[in-house]
């Protein structure tokens, strides 16, 4: 118990299969979610950074390795289904944080217990490093989907997915990293030769102008 439960769940992460229930070409672990989402948020932070903000990597690194842990105890719930509505969204978190404070109590040492509250509450945030998981986040979840409609996959969630993950990050237009991703990276995977392309091209620029001021 104690520390090495916690060790433990860390290998547990591995076998919480996101989106669950739905067929998939390529499954995806809450662990190498959590992993692609640091990544992604490095980048973006650099992004930042050569922008002249000024980021708070520790902060970002701890957003972004833990912001899924509490799916240990709650497993994965698909993003249609987790934002449908506010009070569920809400609900959500609760039971999320409600049920982490208990772990840390009850397996982590009492000198380590605040850090760990600390480092395991809802990460997005306003703070510049908040935003920049959101964003991840969102990127992460898109490639996801992508995957999956590149492959061919007919099942209709992976597009709702898509757009929902976009919309979400044009919500965050402000941010150097979310220009970047638009211009550059967006533009790559939009180019990628694939069946039904030009179907996605034309869902995802309609998404942009919708979003334009």
Known sequence: MGVHHYFKSLSDLEQIIRCPGKFKYQEH???SHSFKVTKIAQFLGTVEEEAGQKVNWR???????????AELFTGDIKTPVKYASKELKQL??????????????????TEFQAIYLERFK?????????RIL?????????YESFGEIQKGNPEP??????????????QFQDM??????LNHILIDLLNER????????????????????
């Open 29 to 31: 672990s809450v662990a």
């Open 59 to 69: 902060v970002l690194y701890e957003k972004a390795l833990n912001h899924d842990y």
């Open 92 to 109: 959500f978190s609760e039971v999320e944080e409600e049920m982490t404070r208990k772990f840390i109590e009850e397996e982590l040492p």
């Open 122 to 130: 809802e990460g997005k945030d306003e703070t510049l490093e908040g």
């Open 134 to 142: 959101s964003v991840a986040d969102k990127i992460d979840l898109l």
């Open 157 to 170: 969630l992976f597009l709702e997915i898509f757009e929902e993950a976009l919309r979400t990050i044009l």
């Open 176 to 181: 150097d990293c979310v220009a970047y991703f």
């Open 194 to 213: 694939f069946t039904d392309h030009d179907d996605l091209k034309d869902i995802a620029m309609r998404i942009i102008e919708e979003h334009k001021d």
